[in-house]
């Protein structure tokens, strides 16, 4: 309830500061007006009504295609949750088995601590250059940004989960001469797991994040090329539906892999 009182307070004020200010004409702008010289023109943000009215075009019809830069959210929107599922999936696949031999060995870890330390910092977007100059893919450079920003907090969660294991249990392993790939897999994994997955909601937060920016800067296909093409179209009503849509789909995104670490089960 206080979540909808908040969303009703901030919709009030947002309709009272967009509504439009009414202005008294002589004759000769009700001419001008009739003639098509001075018919009023869209001043400000939109109206929430305009939104609403926005949204139910663009949910009614989700998937059209009338050319390059007229495609439908439902379309933008599949590019971009492509390209960060095929970067995220990539940086899972390196990430974790990387993380595990960190975690496991503090030789790899001192080892590969420096190089870490100074690729995490770099801005994913500042690979882009690199990644289309090599690549020579726009679509495929954006995977490679998401891969980048991806790996390290899943990377570093990894491998503190699988140090922070606790050592009597290693201990046993070792008295009882169990094998390495199942000490990994059934002692390391299910204790370290929920720290990796919160490394990849981390990741996947960010990784949200970065193809919106990435897209802006490629072009072509997607929600963030979505809002910059309807921003150079100044249609500022398609620009805040495709703000809420990024923040509704990031939300989502957010919950699928909470529930996943909520499944987790903390090993005591």
């Known amino acids: 309830?206080?979540?909808?009182?908040?969303?009703?307070?901030?919709?009030?004020?947002?309709?009272?500061?967009?509504?439009?200010?009414e202005q008294v004409s002589?004759?000769?702008?009700?001419?001008?007006?009739?003639?098509?010289h001075g018919a009023k023109k869209a001043d400000g943000l939109p109206t929430p009504a305009q939104?609403?009215?926005?949204?139910?075009?663009?949910?009614?019809?989700?998937?059209?295609?009338?050319?390059?830069?007229?495609?439908?959210?439902?379309?933008?929107?599949?590019?971009?949750?492509?390209?960060v599922a095929a970067g995220f999936l990539?940086?899972?696949?390196?990430?974790?088995?990387?993380?595990f031999v960190?975690?496991?060995?503090?030789?790899?870890?001192r080892a590969l601590n420096p190089f870490i330390q100074v690729l995490k910092p770099i801005s994913p977007l500042a690979w882009m250059p690199i990644a289309l100059y090599t690549i020579k893919d726009s679509s495929l450079s954006g995977v490679f940004v998401i891969?980048?920003?991806?790996?390290?907090?899943m990377l570093i969660n990894t491998a503190y989960g699988v140090a922070s294991v606790r050592r009597e249990w290693l201990d046993v392993a070792r008295t009882l001469e169990v094998k390495p790939l199942r000490k990994a897999l059934q002692i390391i994994l299910p204790a370290a797991a929920?720290?990796?997955?919160?490394?990849?909601?981390i990741s996947m937060g960010i990784a949200w994040l970065v193809i919106v920016a990435a897209e802006m800067l490629v072009g072509g296909t997607g929600v963030g090329y979505f809002v910059w093409n309807e921003w150079n179209n100044l249609d500022l009503a398609n620009v805040i539906f495709a703000i809420l849509v990024?923040?509704?789909?990031?939300?989502?995104?957010?919950?699928?892999?909470?529930?996943?670490?909520k499944r987790v089960t903390y090993v005591e």
């Open 102 to 109: 960190i975690g496991m060995s503090p030789l790899v870890s």
């Open 194 to 201: 929920p720290t990796i997955l919160t490394g990849m909601r």
């Open 246 to 261: 990024i923040g509704v789909v990031g939300m989502i995104l957010d919950f699928i892999i909470g529930g996943m670490q």
């Open 1 to 21: 309830m206080l979540s909808f009182a908040f969303l009703l307070v901030l919709l009030v004020t947002w309709h009272v500061a967009t509504l439009p200010k």
């Open 26 to 36: 002589g004759k000769n702008d009700e001419y001008s007006r009739l003639m098509g």
């Open 147 to 153: 891969f980048i920003c991806s790996i390290w907090p």
């Open 51 to 83: 939104i609403g009215a926005t949204a139910w075009k663009h949910i009614t019809d989700p998937f059209y295609d009338h050319g390059s830069n007229d495609k439908g959210i439902g379309i933008q929107l599949a590019y971009s949750l492509a390209r």
């Open 90 to 99: 990539l940086a899972v696949v390196v990430a974790v088995p990387l993380g």
